[in-house]
């Protein structure tokens, strides 16, 4: 972000394709993803990309999903083939042919943005458009981070780092009964772990005050995949939530992973898990914790995140 790669610039409003609709912005959240595209981490798929990913909007083209008016999410995943084997057995995260918002396509760092009906998604009632935003990519991954991580029901649930993505995630377990241990660097983050109904929070690399049947890790940091497997129980699983992720130091069999712990990753989310997440939303008022810029200072968004400096997710409102 140092060398500041986004600029402002003026350009038409963009023309909605077949299947898709024109959307006009009404709040879009900064996500961690936008940061690796912005700064490179992820290989350019698009030059000058417009980033974002968690839009919420108002329809303003009649499609034959949406009414005009409607108000509608726009997530990262935007394209997925429906006919390779992956699609095929209804993982769809995993097809290789699959586009991004925010990366592939322009995203919702714009006042107009379009999208293909059929990745869009209907929204919960009861939230502001800026509590919506963070739903859209952090709530969804939480959400399937949650799941591949197998919390038997009951459990104890570690959760490393604890920004937009893991606050929801966090709120999900308890909301199933979990007892959710938060480890991260942040006091902040700590505070709001706490305020949640977090049962302890501790420096990221701490452990946990007893073993946990399943982990999340949420920051990108390869040096905790060690603490955090340290810290599972027998049979405890570990899944990592992050699209990057620094190197992980080498593992010691006997410490790491022995008495059939797992390290899984995820990758993405099916529409499923969206509507999922969506559906949990709608029956579970979430406490959604944002901090509003406005869209010309998208960068200060940015480089905030990079620094740590935001408490629960950013949002850009136009
Ligand atoms: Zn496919
Ligand atoms: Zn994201």
Redesign the pocket.
Known sequence: MASGPLRLSDEPRPVPGAGEVLVRVLACGVCRTDLHVSEGDLEVHRASVVPGHEVVGEVVSPGSRFAVGERVGIAWLRH?????????RGA?N?????RYTGWDADGGYADYTVVPEAYAYRLPTGYSNAELAPLLCAGIIGYRALERADLPDGGRLGVYGFGASAHLAAQVALARGATVHVLTRSAAARELALSLGAASAGPADAMPPEPLDAAILFAPVGDLVLPALAALDRGGTLSIAGIHLSDIPVLNYQRHLFQERQLRSVTANTRQDGADFMAFAAQHRLHVTTTPYPLDHADRALTDLAGDRVDGAAVLVP
């Open positions: 997925t083939c429906g006919e390779c084997r992956y699609c095929r769809e995993l097809c290789p042919n699959s």
